[in-house]
């Protein structure tokens, strides 16, 4: 299904521009654990912003079972995900842009399939409402999270078992991390902020900043290249070469590899 939204609607994500996407996933299949809203919604237009609206109604909390991922899909909108110590995955969906009044015509699922817990959002396949879902979720911390976004920035915090998190437009944010993380970002910042151990990493933005943030005490080798920015490393010792494009070698002992590529923007590495 694919769709366009409007300039409101963009403006409302705070991003300048992006193309049609799919609005969902028809073959993902749903366990008996799982919960979908969807509403009624009025097919008038209105101006404005905010939370539930237009008929829409929250999906029920899911508990996570023997699920050993988080797979999000929100193709229109942000994804702000926090690792907490609980069983469940609960799920807030709110709304921008002008058609918040047609917000009940998009359905948000969240379902067990095998070992992934999947969240999607559905907009109608036939004139979709130019409105952004933008998503709050509070997942079991030890879950490891798939998060993707055609226009939406994704935020990730306390999470313990890495991550992966893909946007074509919008800047990706790990707070307090830990594990392994792969980032990508056509049009926006990464900035990976890990306080417990680091496993294999890699971060890359086409026109974008990359910042990482990491323990002093890390062992891991190093492979970093920008092409216009300019590469600093501070906080943190690295045995081997760092051209201002390109760095290369290891911290401590070596260890997991971190690769971080920009085209546009500068790479930073602070030791803390």
């Keep these: 299904m694919m769709m366009r939204l409007g300039l409101a609607t963009l403006l409302a994500a705070g991003l300048a521009s992006f193309g049609g996407c799919s609005g969902g996933d028809d073959d993902d299949d749903a366990a008996s654990s799982s919960s979908s809203s969807t509403g009624g919604g009025s097919s008038s237009s209105g101006g404005g912003s905010s939370s539930s609206s237009g008929g829409f109604q929250q999906p029920a909390d899911v508990e996570a079972g023997s699920a050993t991922t988080l797979d999000v899909e929100n193709a229109y909108g942000s994804v702000d995900l926090t690792g907490e110590s ?9 709304f921008t842009g002008q058609d918040v009044a047609r917000a009940g015509e998009i359905t948000v699922t969240s379902a067990l399939s095998g070992s992934a817990l999947q969240v999607r959002v559905i907009y109608p396949a036939s004139n979709p409402p130019n409105v952004v879902c933008n998503l709050a979720i509070s ?5 490891a999270p798939q998060v993707s976004t055609q226009a939406g920035a994704i935020t990730h915090a306390h999470g313990t078992a890495g991550g992966t998190h893909d946007t074509a437009a919008g800047a990706i944010t790990v707070v307090d991390g830990a594990g392994a993380f792969s980032a990508t970002s056509q049009a926006g910042a990464i900035n990976l902020g890990l306080t417990g151990t680091v496993a294999a990493l890699s971060a890359t933005s086409a026109s974008g900043n990359v910042a990482l943030t990491l323990p002093a005490a890390t062992n891991a080798n190093l492979s970093a290249t920008t092409t216009l920015g300019t590469i600093t490393i501070t906080g943190i010792t690295l045995t081997g070469t760092n051209t201002g494009t390109t760095a290369s070698g290891q911290f401590g002992t070596g260890g997991p590899t971190l690769t971080l590529q920009s085209t546009t923007g500068d790479i930073t590495i602070t030791g803390q």
């Design 86 to 94: 609980r069983t469940s995955v609960h799920v807030v969906a709110t």
């Design 139 to 143: 997942a079991p911390a030890g879950l």
